[in-house]
Protein backbone atom coordinates (compact mmCIF):
# COMPACT_ATOMS: atom_id res chain seq x y z
CA UNK A 1 0.00 0.00 0.00
CA UNK A 2 1.88 2.89 -1.54
CA UNK A 3 1.80 6.09 1.23
CA UNK A 4 2.80 9.67 0.50
CA UNK A 5 4.34 11.08 3.85
CA UNK A 6 4.74 14.45 5.10
CA UNK A 7 5.57 16.24 8.09
CA UNK A 8 2.78 16.47 10.65
CA UNK A 9 3.80 19.48 11.97
CA UNK A 10 6.58 22.30 11.51
CA UNK A 11 7.58 25.56 13.25
CA UNK A 12 9.33 28.47 12.05
CA UNK A 13 10.10 31.88 13.38
CA UNK A 14 8.68 34.84 11.53
CA UNK A 15 10.70 35.72 8.94
CA UNK A 16 12.52 32.67 8.89
CA UNK A 17 13.05 29.75 6.40
CA UNK A 18 11.05 26.44 6.48
CA UNK A 19 11.29 23.47 4.15
CA UNK A 20 8.26 20.74 4.04
CA UNK A 21 8.79 17.61 2.13
CA UNK A 22 6.88 15.02 0.28
CA UNK A 23 7.91 11.28 0.02
CA UNK A 24 6.71 8.54 -1.29
CA UNK A 25 6.69 5.20 0.86
CA UNK A 26 7.12 3.03 -2.74
CA UNK A 27 10.50 5.09 -3.77
CA UNK A 28 11.41 8.70 -4.98
CA UNK A 29 9.37 11.32 -5.94
CA UNK A 30 9.96 12.69 -9.28
CA UNK A 31 8.39 15.35 -11.68
CA UNK A 32 6.75 12.24 -13.51
CA UNK A 33 4.73 12.21 -10.09
CA UNK A 34 3.43 15.60 -10.83
CA UNK A 35 4.07 16.83 -7.06
CA UNK A 36 1.78 19.86 -6.38
CA UNK A 37 1.21 21.90 -3.17
CA UNK A 38 -2.48 23.11 -1.73
CA UNK A 39 -2.40 25.44 1.45
CA UNK A 40 -5.67 25.22 3.39
CA UNK A 41 -6.86 27.63 6.27
CA UNK A 42 -9.36 26.54 8.97
CA UNK A 43 -12.50 26.30 7.56
CA UNK A 44 -11.98 26.99 4.29
CA UNK A 45 -11.39 24.85 1.25
CA UNK A 46 -7.66 24.30 -0.72
CA UNK A 47 -6.24 26.26 -3.17
CA UNK A 48 -3.42 25.89 -5.22
CA UNK A 49 0.00 27.23 -4.43
CA UNK A 50 2.35 25.11 -6.40
CA UNK A 51 1.65 23.59 -9.37
CA UNK A 52 3.45 20.58 -11.07
CA UNK A 53 6.31 22.43 -12.77
CA UNK A 54 6.72 24.24 -9.93
CA UNK A 55 5.02 27.79 -10.73
CA UNK A 56 3.40 29.56 -8.10
CA UNK A 57 -0.49 29.90 -8.83
CA UNK A 58 -1.97 33.03 -9.58
CA UNK A 59 -1.36 35.77 -6.38
CA UNK A 60 0.86 33.20 -4.30
CA UNK A 61 4.04 35.41 -2.42
CA UNK A 62 7.22 34.69 -4.31
CA UNK A 63 8.54 33.18 -0.72
CA UNK A 64 6.46 30.23 -1.79
CA UNK A 65 8.77 27.45 -3.98
CA UNK A 66 8.58 24.42 -5.26
CA UNK A 67 11.24 21.70 -5.86
CA UNK A 68 12.51 18.13 -5.91
CA UNK A 69 15.61 17.91 -3.40
CA UNK A 70 17.17 14.22 -2.96
CA UNK A 71 14.16 11.95 -3.54
CA UNK A 72 11.28 14.10 -1.92
CA UNK A 73 9.53 16.83 -3.14
CA UNK A 74 9.42 20.30 -1.37
CA UNK A 75 7.72 23.53 -0.42
CA UNK A 76 10.06 26.16 0.84
CA UNK A 77 8.74 29.43 2.46
CA UNK A 78 11.53 31.96 2.24
CA UNK A 79 10.70 34.93 5.18
CA UNK A 80 7.83 33.08 6.55
CA UNK A 81 4.66 35.22 7.95
CA UNK A 82 1.87 34.94 10.16
CA UNK A 83 -0.16 34.10 8.21
CA UNK A 84 1.38 31.64 6.46
CA UNK A 85 0.49 29.60 9.33
CA UNK A 86 -2.13 27.16 8.12
CA UNK A 87 -1.94 23.05 6.70
CA UNK A 88 0.03 22.26 3.54
CA UNK A 89 -1.06 19.18 1.28
CA UNK A 90 1.18 17.61 -1.38
CA UNK A 91 -0.43 15.46 -4.30
CA UNK A 92 1.57 12.86 -5.91
CA UNK A 93 0.44 10.88 -9.08
CA UNK A 94 0.85 7.03 -8.08
CA UNK A 95 -0.14 5.47 -11.39
CA UNK A 96 -3.06 3.80 -13.01
CA UNK A 97 -4.94 6.83 -12.48
CA UNK A 98 -4.71 7.54 -8.89
CA UNK A 99 -3.58 10.00 -6.93
CA UNK A 100 -2.98 10.50 -3.30
CA UNK A 101 -2.81 13.26 -0.64
CA UNK A 102 -0.05 13.59 2.01
CA UNK A 103 -1.30 13.81 5.32
CA UNK A 104 -0.90 17.07 5.00
CA UNK A 105 1.56 19.68 7.50
CA UNK A 106 0.41 21.83 10.15
CA UNK A 107 2.89 24.90 10.30
CA UNK A 108 3.01 27.23 12.96
CA UNK A 109 4.98 30.49 12.79
CA UNK A 110 6.25 31.81 16.00
CA UNK B 1 -13.86 34.52 -11.83
CA UNK B 2 -13.62 30.63 -12.11
CA UNK B 3 -16.28 29.29 -9.51
CA UNK B 4 -16.79 25.61 -8.75
CA UNK B 5 -20.12 25.30 -6.84
CA UNK B 6 -20.78 21.84 -4.92
CA UNK B 7 -24.29 21.05 -3.76
CA UNK B 8 -26.46 18.33 -2.84
CA UNK B 9 -24.68 17.36 0.59
CA UNK B 10 -26.52 16.06 3.88
CA UNK B 11 -27.49 14.01 6.10
CA UNK B 12 -27.84 10.48 5.28
CA UNK B 13 -28.56 6.82 6.78
CA UNK B 14 -25.79 4.61 6.69
CA UNK B 15 -26.33 2.47 3.64
CA UNK B 16 -28.32 5.40 1.49
CA UNK B 17 -27.32 6.98 -1.35
CA UNK B 18 -26.38 10.34 -2.22
CA UNK B 19 -26.00 12.58 -5.31
CA UNK B 20 -23.28 15.74 -5.39
CA UNK B 21 -23.23 17.91 -7.76
CA UNK B 22 -20.72 20.69 -9.11
CA UNK B 23 -21.51 23.33 -11.44
CA UNK B 24 -18.44 25.19 -13.43
CA UNK B 25 -18.40 28.63 -14.12
CA UNK B 26 -16.30 31.27 -15.68
CA UNK B 27 -13.91 28.57 -16.18
CA UNK B 28 -13.38 26.14 -18.98
CA UNK B 29 -14.75 22.87 -18.05
CA UNK B 30 -15.00 20.39 -20.97
CA UNK B 31 -11.64 20.13 -21.88
CA UNK B 32 -10.38 18.95 -18.46
CA UNK B 33 -10.41 16.62 -16.14
CA UNK B 34 -12.36 16.81 -12.95
CA UNK B 35 -12.39 15.43 -9.86
CA UNK B 36 -13.80 14.94 -5.95
CA UNK B 37 -11.20 14.86 -3.13
CA UNK B 38 -13.36 14.65 0.57
CA UNK B 39 -12.09 15.95 3.96
CA UNK B 40 -13.12 13.54 7.33
CA UNK B 41 -13.99 16.15 10.04
CA UNK B 42 -10.22 16.84 11.56
CA UNK B 43 -8.42 15.04 8.63
CA UNK B 44 -6.52 15.41 5.77
CA UNK B 45 -7.38 15.91 2.07
CA UNK B 46 -8.27 12.38 0.41
CA UNK B 47 -8.50 12.12 -3.04
CA UNK B 48 -11.84 10.27 -4.52
CA UNK B 49 -12.51 10.07 -8.22
CA UNK B 50 -11.49 11.58 -11.52
CA UNK B 51 -13.47 11.46 -15.07
CA UNK B 52 -11.40 12.59 -18.01
CA UNK B 53 -13.10 15.05 -20.26
CA UNK B 54 -15.18 13.04 -22.57
CA UNK B 55 -16.25 11.24 -19.59
CA UNK B 56 -15.32 7.37 -20.75
CA UNK B 57 -12.71 7.11 -18.43
CA UNK B 58 -12.87 6.93 -14.78
CA UNK B 59 -10.66 6.31 -11.54
CA UNK B 60 -11.35 5.42 -8.27
CA UNK B 61 -9.64 5.58 -4.88
CA UNK B 62 -9.91 1.83 -3.63
CA UNK B 63 -12.13 3.09 -0.06
CA UNK B 64 -14.72 3.79 -2.72
CA UNK B 65 -14.49 1.78 -6.24
CA UNK B 66 -17.37 -0.24 -6.49
CA UNK B 67 -19.87 1.97 -4.60
CA UNK B 68 -18.97 5.58 -6.25
CA UNK B 69 -19.92 7.16 -9.74
CA UNK B 70 -18.24 9.86 -10.58
CA UNK B 71 -19.82 11.33 -13.99
CA UNK B 72 -20.23 14.61 -15.70
CA UNK B 73 -22.45 16.51 -18.48
CA UNK B 74 -20.25 18.86 -20.00
CA UNK B 75 -23.54 20.88 -21.83
CA UNK B 76 -24.82 21.97 -18.34
CA UNK B 77 -20.83 22.53 -16.98
CA UNK B 78 -21.49 20.32 -14.32
CA UNK B 79 -19.76 17.39 -12.36
CA UNK B 80 -21.51 14.71 -10.22
CA UNK B 81 -21.01 11.96 -7.36
CA UNK B 82 -23.17 9.56 -7.07
CA UNK B 83 -22.67 7.82 -3.72
CA UNK B 84 -24.45 4.08 -2.84
CA UNK B 85 -23.84 2.06 0.32
CA UNK B 86 -22.43 4.95 2.14
CA UNK B 87 -21.03 4.27 5.40
CA UNK B 88 -20.03 6.38 8.16
CA UNK B 89 -16.27 7.14 7.39
CA UNK B 90 -18.09 8.68 3.80
CA UNK B 91 -18.64 11.17 6.43
CA UNK B 92 -16.69 14.29 5.01
CA UNK B 93 -16.93 17.65 3.00
CA UNK B 94 -16.79 16.84 -0.39
CA UNK B 95 -14.52 19.21 -3.01
CA UNK B 96 -14.67 19.31 -6.84
CA UNK B 97 -12.37 20.10 -8.29
CA UNK B 98 -10.23 21.17 -11.90
CA UNK B 99 -7.41 19.75 -13.16
CA UNK B 100 -5.15 21.52 -15.05
CA UNK B 101 -2.14 20.09 -17.25
CA UNK B 102 0.94 22.11 -17.54
CA UNK B 103 3.16 19.37 -20.10
CA UNK B 104 6.91 19.46 -20.16
CA UNK B 105 9.22 17.93 -22.82
CA UNK B 106 5.64 15.77 -23.93
CA UNK B 107 4.80 15.01 -20.55
CA UNK B 108 2.05 15.71 -18.80
CA UNK B 109 2.36 17.83 -15.48
CA UNK B 110 -1.36 17.79 -13.93
CA UNK B 111 -2.46 19.46 -10.88
CA UNK B 112 -5.93 20.79 -9.50
CA UNK B 113 -6.15 24.78 -10.12
CA UNK B 114 -9.63 25.13 -9.51
CA UNK B 115 -11.49 23.85 -6.29
CA UNK B 116 -15.15 24.45 -5.25
CA UNK B 117 -15.95 25.54 -1.29
CA UNK B 118 -17.13 22.17 -0.64
CA UNK B 119 -20.35 20.21 0.55
CA UNK B 120 -20.90 18.24 3.56
CA UNK B 121 -22.19 15.08 4.01
CA UNK B 122 -22.93 13.37 7.31
CA UNK B 123 -24.12 9.50 7.67
CA UNK B 124 -25.36 8.46 10.24
Known amino acids: QTVVTQEPSLSVSPGGTVTLTCGLSSGSVSSDNCPSWYQQTPGQAPRSLIDSTNTRASGVPDRFSGSIVGNRAALTITGAQADDECDYYCVLYVGSGIWMFGGGTKLTVL | EAQLVESGGGLVQSGGSLRLSCLGS????????MGWVRQAPGKGLEWVAN????????FYADSVKGRFTISRDNARNSLYLQMNSLRGEDTAVYYCGRWTNKPVGGSNRYYMDVWGKGTTVIVS
Open chain 2, 51 to 58: INPDGNTR
Open chain 2, 26 to 33: GLTFDTHW
